[in-house]
């Protein structure tokens, strides 16, 4: 877990990866961590955050928002 985040920050970073980004009125079907980063920020779930630690703590939880699952 990343010792720049606190793990409630954590948490809500994955919560909202799950979630779909039209609930938070996005225009998106899937989240793009560029799209995550700015949600984040807006949200004040953090003050700010990279592309590439979004990327890295998306994939320590083996999480994937950007892909579409069919079938």
């Not at 990866?17 to 949600?39: A, S």
Request: glycine residues 4%; hydrophobic residues 35%; proline residues 4%.
């Amino acid at each position: 877990m990343s010792d720049k985040f606190t793990a409630e920050q954590i948490c809500k970073i994955i919560a909202t990866c799950c979630e779909k980004p039209m609930e938070y009125g996005r225009p998106i079907t899937h989240w793009t961590q560029r799209e995550l980063v700015d949600e984040l920020i807006k949200q004040k779930v953090v003050e700010s955050i990279s592309t590439s630690e979004i990327g890295r703590i998306l994939r320590e939880n083996d999480l994937q928002p950007h892909v579409i699952v069919t079938g």
